[in-house]
């Protein structure tokens, strides 16, 4: 059994009396350390999809186990745990707190943590600040820093709890292409070599290229799935249940 699965899954949301079909019977099974995108245009459910994988939102129908755990069936307390320490957030914009430097906005959810001690949480900071290459800037604020460097804090914020999966919803939208493309690379590389499983949205073509798995969501739904195999080759599965090759 894979990192997440997730059994189908349906989202439906209430606008002003109507029903929107967010997503619909979406059944997926993540493994561990993959590097996942999911593909879609605007709209598409992508953020949606996101969310429930991270627990800050609960599908209406069906039900997503986060290593082999039912999540719905845990408390409040439990689950804001799991979201603490099992999962690491990456945000279009960077959602980072401006009034702190680098280094306490990689520091902070590690406060949260009572058993991660003070010498060690240092540590951590100062690592995953070298992992992400910021260790000369960390006594600057996002302001005082590029949209490539405010990615790179939150990717090491995201890692510094240590978590079996990181969530990064559009990472690259508001970088330019060159950066945007550094910051994956980045992503990639941590994927390879601390196994942190990456699930990663985006509707930039040169972005999904470097996945290793792909899911394709049109309308709520799983259009297709696809997975590059160890010689670069990519298969693809589309809802249908035919197979072809690219
Ligand atoms: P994407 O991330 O692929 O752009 P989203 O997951 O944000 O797509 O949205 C999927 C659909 O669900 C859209 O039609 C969107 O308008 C709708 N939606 C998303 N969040 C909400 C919400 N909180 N309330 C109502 N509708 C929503
Ligand atoms: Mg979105």
């Known amino acids: 059994m894979g990192v997440v699965v997730l059994e189908h899954v349906t989202k439906t949301f209430l606008m002003g009396g109507q029903k929107v079909h967010a997503v619909r019977d979406f059944s997926l099974d993540i493994d561990h350390g993959v590097f996942l995108a999911i593909a879609g245009p605007s709209g598409s459910g992508k953020s949606t999809v996101l969310n429930m994988i991270g627990c800050i939102d609960n599908p209406s129908e069906g039900r ?13 307390d439990q689950l804001a745990d799991l979201r603490a320490r099992r999962i690491g957030f990456i945000f279009q914009t960077f959602n ?21 001690g003070r010498r060690e949480r240092r540590e951590r900071v100062e690592y995953f600040l070298n992992v992400v290459g910021l260790a000369q800037r960390k ?13 790179r804090v939150a990717i090491a914020r995201a890692l510094a709890v240590q978590p079996s999966i990181v969530l990064a919803d559009e990472p690259t939208a508001n970088l330019d292409h060159k950066t945007g493309d ?3 690379e980045l992503m990639r590389e941590i994927n390879r070599t601390l196994k942190t499983a990456f699930i990663f ?3 930039d073509k040169r972005v999904m290229s470097m996945a290793d798995r792909l899911v394709r969501i049109e309308d709520g739904r799983i259009a297709i799935i696809g997975e590059q195999d160890t010689n670069g080759k990519w298969h693809f599965q589309n809802l249908h249940g035919h197979t072809r090759q690219d």
């Open 64 to 76: 997503i186990l986060i290593d082999g755990e039912d999540v719905s069936k845990k408390t409040a």
């Open 96 to 116: 980072l707190l401006p009034v702190l430097t680098a280094y306490e906005n990689v520091e902070y959810p590690l406060l949260q943590l009572s058993d991660v």
């Open 139 to 151: 006594h600057n604020r996002p302001n005082q820093m590029s949209g490539g460097q405010r990615q």
């Open 182 to 184: 550094a910051i994956l």
């Open 201 to 203: 949205s985006t509707h």
